[in-house]
């Protein structure tokens, strides 16, 4: 047969992943195996990534995790026919371990390495649940690291970025609430949970950048943080209970609001008719399901993979490395150097 197997390895932040997917003939892609390893628990205390712990996390996880997504797929090392690895952007000493190994197997194997860009990953990923892509799409992409709109066109061929965050990412801001009222981190997950039993309407917190004079696709969120810092420093002083399911619940209402108002808006600027939102933010009940409201009012096709999926993985470098050989592209020397700063 001409299917080709792809192995992808990501190590940008702080989970490990090794997935493996079937490039067919007609260009379609299969999820085989997607196995992680995550150091998350390792940066509980400190409040957020520490990149000496997860770079250390990534050397001993490495081996192990690629075992487990070749046990997954049924499948030998020796079936492998190309390696993706996440080239950037993200934590150097955390690259350079993926780079490393995907080079080694690369030499070992004798088969060609492919550097992609993370955040083309998390774009690819979407077409191992939902299949190809239409030819022109928007991507709003948030996560701890990242908060972008991207048009694709192309997910091998063309990503341009549309917005970004001019200060924290969406994630970054859960996790910087979650501190302030004393949640776990991650922050996402809890805040998620307590705003279900909290009043969006609550507190009126601050929408970034939706000024008439603001930039239309960028976003910001630290002075949403600072506004509910400010906010339960007062109701303290004031000797008041903190409503906490309250404040997250208006927090969260924030968030959703403007990422989903600015997503629709930039798709409807740049004639788009598919929205995918990928990344740990996605996982957000409330900004998925006024997604949902809001593009099916405004005629647009919402594509959201699962939870699993939107997360760092291994996966979403494999897609995307299927989709790169796929178009033909040359692979990468084999003096593929980490690039923290990669642009899109
Ligand atoms: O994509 P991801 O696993 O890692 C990177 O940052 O690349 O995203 C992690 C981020 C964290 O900031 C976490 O608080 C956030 O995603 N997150 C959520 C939810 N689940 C995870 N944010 C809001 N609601 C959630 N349900
Ligand atoms: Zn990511």
């Not at 260009?27 to 712990?53: K, N, Q």
């Not at 992609?116 to 709003?140: E, F, I, K």
């Not at 997503?263 to 740990?280: E, F, N, P, W, Y």
């Not at 096709?301 to 897609?319: E, H, Q």
């Amino acid at each position: 047969t001409t299917d080709r197997i792809v192995l992808g390895i990501e190590s940008s932040c702080d989970e490990t992943g090794v997935g493996l997917v079937r490039l067919g003939a007609d260009g379609s892609v299969e999820l085989l195996a997607d196995a992680v390893a995550s150091s998350v628990d390792e940066h509980a205390r400190f409040g957020g990534v520490v990149p000496e712990i997860a770079s250390r996390a990534h050397l001993t996880a490495m081996t192990p995790t690629m075992r487990r997504a070749l046990d997954e797929s049924g499948l030998e090392l020796s079936d492998v026919d190309a390696i993706a690895v996440t080239a950037g952007p993200g934590l150097a000493g955390a690259l350079m371990v993926g780079v490393a190994a995907a080079k080694a197997y690369s030499v070992a194997l004798d088969v060609p390495l492919y550097g992609v860009n993370h955040l083309g990953g998390h774009v690819a990923v979407d077409t191992l649940q939902h299949g190809a892509l239409p030819s022109r799409c928007l991507a709003l992409l948030v996560s701890g690291g990242h908060s972008q709109l991207l048009l694709v066109e192309g997910v091998a061929e063309r990503i341009t970025q549309v917005g970004s965050t001019i200060d924290d990412a969406a994630g970054e801001a859960y996790d910087k609430v979650a501190r302030i009222l004393d949640l776990p981190y991650p922050g996402g997950p809890p805040i998620d949970k307590l705003a279900q039993q909290g009043d969006p309407k609550a507190i009126a917190f601050p929408r970034g950048l939706t000024g008439p004079r603001d930039s239309r696709h960028d976003f910001s969120f630290s002075g949403l943080k600072t506004a509910v810092a400010r906010w339960v420093e007062t109701e303290q002083r004031a000797g008041r209970e903190v409503p906490v399911a309250d404040v997250c619940a208006s927090f969260q209402e924030a968030v959703a609001d403007v990422l989903t108002a600015k997503a629709v808006r930039a798709a409807q600027d740049l004639g788009v008719d598919t929205l995918v939102i990928s990344g740990g933010v996605a996982a957000n009940s409330r900004l998925s399901a006024l997604a949902a409201e809001r593009c099916a009012a405004a005629g647009i096709t919402l594509r959201v993979p699962k939870p699993r999926l939107c997360t760092d993985n291994g996966a979403m470098i494999a897609a995307l490395g299927a989709h790169v050989v796929a178009s033909g592209a040359k692979p990468s020397p084999l003096d593929l150097a980490a690039a923290p700063d990669l642009p899109v």
